[in-house]
């Protein structure tokens, strides 16, 4: 049977298959499972969680045998970004540090969509710690992109970062009983300065970061407090609904979740809604020097296909942009140093043989457990911490984070929506990436990304097409705290009229 005969699923059918008992959760555990197996090769995954994966898609099995399903989400396979917690099972952070750590809690997110029935397949692969912006610097290896990608080549297509094993685990899918094609997972990642959107628009699926407060933190081991996020990736916008519907609200262990309760989101179906009088605004200023002729036309057809929809779309200007990748380096640097502070060898985490003294058991652990990335990240943020160095830098950096949100609040005078690229470019190769350093991949590979984050907006990429190298292009839509209804309205909108592919040829050679 040829793929366009195939039914594609989302959440809600799946559920309406376990309901019809056309399908069981076992069957569909089992499937994705394989598909694991299947694509190892591409390495998003960290941990597969197998047997606790069979135990809940039994206790769901037996829910929807009872009559007793406990939501939509009942059963669906949930693939968790490595940097939360999951009691008993590991909890790495792609790090030596922590490479043998199994927390004793799971993450409010976590905890939540098993609350939900949700299944646990595993854990997927990241940056050290969440910093990058391709799933490369990970002590299990790098995670390859599933587009354009040859099983036996050394060199591939980045997945993005740094929630590229996610993204990753979301661009697979099972064809089951050559009749249903399922999106064999979806998934959490976090997003400090884009990374749920880089590695979502570079492997071809919907990836959303929250208003900042909307979803709780509590189990997310940090990497930049005031600006990580969970984020939701699936194949579409409608699951990505699902997820938030279930993981989003206040919680009492986290201070800066927001307090005002979440209505759930309900979306009509696509070709029931209309975009006309909504005004979206072309930031200028993110189309900068190296962003790649074909995003740009992308995104300049996509702007007139909304107007030609009814939309009223014009030109805006944000002057600060050009300097929120500094201004995030400096934030990101410093707040990194502070939380870096507690692996110490002694709680948790690795623990060295030297034990000299307390000091040299602090050193040693540090220097062998943490990366060069990790550890030049906390040196040049003490460095920015220092007493004579406090104002020049981190002061200065706040000062231009609040000019930076001016812009912001100041646009949605003009604006209801932003539209703007996710990444400058397709996917790059592997070889070409690791030509620059962390520090100044993460600075091009964020620039449309992270100003989101600098805000607490909400913001989600889009899948729009392929290029001409067959690998996905993405655009980002950002709105005003808490309008993730009107933003992911939009992109269902746009879902509908551009018809990205559902799936990807594993067998590309």
Same mark, same amino acid.
């Given at each position: 049977?040829?793929?366009?005969?195939?039914?594609?699923?989302?959440?809600?059918?799946?559920?309406?298959?376990?309901?019809?008992?056309?399908?069981?959760?076992?069957?569909?555990?089992?499937?994705?499972?394989?598909?694991?197996? !299947?694509?190892?090769?591409?390495?998003?995954?960290?941990?597969?969680?197998? $047997?606790?994966?069979?135990?809940?898609?039994?206790?769901?099995?037996? @829910?929807?045998?009872?009559?007793?399903?406990?939501?939509?989400?009942?059963?669906?396979?949930?693939?968790?970004?490595?940097?939360?917690?999951?009691?008993?099972?590991?909890?790495?952070c792609a790090s030596k540090m922590l490479e043998n750590f199994s927390p004793p809690y799971n993450a409010t997110v976590c905890q939540r969509l098993l609350d939900a029935g949700a299944v646990l397949v595993g854990k997927t692969n990241l940056d050290?710690?969440?910093?990058?912006?391709?799933?490369?610097?990970?002590?299990?290896?790098?995670?390859?992109?599933?587009?354009?990608?040859?099983?036996?080549?050394?060199?591939?297509?980045?997945?993005?970062?740094?929630?590229?094993?996610?993204?990753?685990?979301?661009?697979?899918?099972?064809?089951?009983?050559?009749?249903?094609?399922?999106?064999?997972?979806?998934?959490?990642?976090?997003?400090?300065?884009?990374?749920?959107?880089?590695?979502?628009?570079?492997?071809?699926?919907?990836?959303?970061?929250?208003?900042?407060?909307?979803?709780?933190?509590?189990?997310?081991?940090?990497?930049?407090?005031?600006?990580?996020?969970?984020?939701?990736?699936?194949?579409?916008?409608?699951?990505?609904?699902?997820?938030?519907?279930?993981?989003?609200?206040?919680?009492?262990?986290?201070?800066?979740?927001?307090?005002?309760?979440?209505?759930?989101?309900?979306?009509?179906?696509?070709?029931?809604?209309?975009?006309?009088?909504?005004?979206?605004?072309?930031?200028?200023?993110?189309?900068?020097?190296?962003?790649?002729?074909?995003?740009?036309?992308?995104?300049? !057809?996509?702007?007139?296909?909304?107007?030609?929809?009814?939309?009223?779309?014009?030109?805006?200007?944000?002057?600060?942009?050009?300097?929120?990748?500094?201004?995030?380096?400096?934030? $990101?640097?410093?707040?990194?140093?502070?939380?870096?502070? @507690?692996?110490?060898?002694?709680?948790?985490?690795?623990?060295?043989?030297?034990?000299?003294?307390?000091?040299?058991?602090?050193?040693?652990?540090?220097?062998?457990?943490?990366?060069?990335?990790?550890?030049?990240?906390?040196?040049?943020?003490?460095?920015?911490?220092?007493?004579?160095?406090?104002?020049?830098?981190?002061?200065?950096?706040?000062?231009?984070?609040?000019?930076?949100?001016?812009?912001?609040?100041?646009?949605?005078?003009?604006?209801?929506?932003?539209?703007?690229?996710?990444?400058?470019?397709?996917?790059?190769?592997?070889?070409?990436?690791?030509?620059?350093?962390?520090?100044?991949?993460?600075?091009?590979?964020?620039?449309?990304t992270q100003p989101a984050n600098m805000a607490g907006i909400p913001a989600v990429s889009v899948p729009i097409k392929l290029s001409k190298n067959g690998l996905p292009l993405s655009l980002q839509i950002m709105g005003r705290n808490l309008s993730?209804?009107?933003?992911?309205?939009?992109?269902?909108?746009?879902?509908?009229l551009v018809q990205f592919p559902q799936y990807v040829n594993f067998k590309q050679k």
């Amino acid at each position: 049977m040829g793929m366009d005969k195939v039914l594609h699923t989302n959440i809600k059918i799946v559920n309406k298959l376990f309901l019809d008992g056309a399908l069981t959760p076992s069957d569909l555990i089992g499937a994705s499972l394989k598909k694991v197996i !299947e694509t190892k090769q591409f390495n998003a995954f960290i941990t597969v969680s197998k $047997n606790e994966a069979e135990k809940q898609a039994e206790a769901s099995l037996q @829910r929807f045998k009872s009559k007793q399903s406990k939501s939509d989400l009942d059963g669906v396979p949930i693939a968790v970004k490595d940097n939360f917690c999951t009691k008993d099972i590991k909890t790495t952070c792609a790090s030596k540090m922590l490479e043998n750590f199994s927390p004793p809690y799971n993450a409010t997110v976590c905890q939540r969509l098993l609350d939900a029935g949700a299944v646990l397949v595993g854990k997927t692969n990241l940056d050290q710690f969440a910093m990058g912006s391709g799933t490369v610097d990970s002590i299990y290896g790098p995670t390859k992109n599933v587009w354009k990608c040859k099983a036996d080549s050394n060199d591939f297509h980045i997945a993005g970062g740094s929630s590229g094993g996610s993204a990753v685990a979301v661009a697979s899918g099972v064809c089951f009983g050559k009749k249903y094609w399922f999106n064999s997972f979806r998934a959490i990642g976090s997003d400090t300065g884009g990374s749920t959107r880089n590695p979502a628009s570079y492997c071809g699926v919907v990836g959303l970061k929250p208003t900042y407060g909307l979803v709780s933190r509590h189990g997310l081991i940090p990497l930049v407090n005031s600006m990580d996020v969970p984020g939701i990736l699936a194949r579409n916008v409608d699951d990505v609904v699902s997820i938030l519907n279930a993981v989003a609200g206040h919680d009492k262990q986290d201070s800066t979740c927001l307090t005002k309760p979440f209505k759930k989101i309900r979306l009509p179906p696509a070709n029931k809604m209309g975009i006309k009088g909504l005004k979206i605004g072309i930031p200028i200023e993110y189309n900068c020097e190296y962003l790649s002729d074909e995003v740009l036309d992308m995104w300049d !057809e996509i702007a007139q296909t909304l107007q030609n929809e009814g939309a009223i779309v014009k030109e805006v200007s944000m002057p600060h942009t050009q300097y929120s990748i500094v201004c995030y380096s400096v934030l $990101n640097q410093c707040e990194v140093a502070s939380n870096m502070a @507690r692996y110490d060898g002694i709680e948790y985490g690795y623990r060295a043989d030297d034990d000299h003294s307390t000091e040299k058991l602090y050193a040693v652990s540090r220097r062998t457990a943490f990366n060069d990335i990790v550890k030049n990240r906390i040196l040049t943020g003490n460095y920015f911490l220092l007493g004579r160095n406090y104002e020049k830098y981190f002061n200065q950096a706040l000062k231009v984070r609040r000019l930076i949100m001016n812009d912001f609040d100041n646009v949605w005078e003009d604006a209801q929506l932003l539209l703007t690229p996710t990444t400058l470019t397709e996917a790059p190769l592997y070889s070409d990436f690791i030509q620059k350093t962390n520090r100044d991949q993460c600075a091009f590979q964020d620039f449309c990304t992270q100003p989101a984050n600098m805000a607490g907006i909400p913001a989600v990429s889009v899948p729009i097409k392929l290029s001409k190298n067959g690998l996905p292009l993405s655009l980002q839509i950002m709105g005003r705290n808490l309008s993730e209804p009107m933003l992911l309205a939009l992109a269902k909108y746009i879902e509908h009229l551009v018809q990205f592919p559902q799936y990807v040829n594993f067998k590309q050679k």
